[in-house]
């Protein structure tokens, strides 16, 4: 269960999301979010290769549940190395741990022994058709893993709501955005397997900007959590500057959060999305045919906007809310 309270009398249920996740500072963000949204219920954390190895950002993601006083939530280890090809990360981005910026605590929580798809799966198959949404933020390697595992969850999956590719320009490279990029063989098994794909993709993500206004309304939160959440936004906005010319640093994560709890949010636009596999300019690269309306039986969807006052409203508000957690995990520390 989120932070909050969701489904009592009269209010709706709250949406169950797996979070499948490279913690990564803004993958940190989605996470709490997630936590300390109410319409949100936290099904599981899983963790892949990505941003750093696995090791890694298995550890920073059990850090940031010590932060958050994340409970009762299971947390699984992944894919270590993409499906076919050698593990990239991005440690000009994350740095050396993944999650440079904040001291990271000791962890508390322990993994589940299972692999991350075989929670997954055992998750998506235990729970009601249409119960469960995917959320993945990392590369797709987890998800596709699952798929190929138990290709019965394709119809029990609600949708999957993910962030990753573009249909204006990458990223890791001119064509590719970094998470579609580093496992491309997964993200066409994913897109591809029938079921509702919504791609939060970096047209929309870089307009998520923490500015400097954005960061002090973090920081007058004066919680544990807002002040871990602000030493990761100092790093990450030094790191996009240095590296990609940025004023204030894209917060992408957690816009695919953000869309599952409110759709409001955002412009979406049902279209075909493929993965390019072999190009060699252009290999990661999300294909997004725009050039018309979709048909009815199309099952992807693109975001095309963002209210990005609006999303930064409900990304502050879910901060404050779990200050109660914050607190109690730091007074047990």
Known sequence: MSAGSPGRKGEPLARKIILDCDPGHDD????????????????????????????????????????????GVPFAAGAARPLVRPLETAPEIHGASGLDGPALPEPHHELDPRHAAQLIVDLVLASDPGEITIVPTGSLTNIALAVRTAPEIVDRVREVVLMGGAYGGGNWSAAAEFNIAVDPEAADIVFGAGWPVTMVGLDVTHRALATADVRDRIHALATPAARFVGDLLGFFAESYRSTQGFEAPPVHDPCAVALVLDPTLFT??????????????????????????????????????????????????????????????????
Not at 270 to 278: F, G, K, M, N, T
Request: some cysteine; overall charge neutral; proline content about 4%.
């Open 28 to 71: 940190a963000i989605a996470m709490m979010l997630a936590w300390g949204h109410p319409d949100i219920e936290l099904a599981a954390v899983t963790t892949v290769a990505g941003n750093q190895t696995l090791e890694k950002v298995t550890r920073n993601a059990l850090a940031i549940a010590r932060v958050a006083g994340i409970t």
């Open 268 to 333: 979406v636009r049902r279209a075909p999305v493929a993965i390019e596999l072999s190009g060699t300019h252009t290999r990661g690269m999300t294909v997004v045919d725009l050039r018309a309306p979709a048909r009815e039986d199309c099952r992807t969807s693109v975001a095309t906007d963002i209210d990005a006052d609006r999303f930064w409203d409900v990304v502050v508000d879910a901060l404050a809310r779990i200050a109660p957690q914050s607190a109690r995990a730091e007074a047990r520390a």
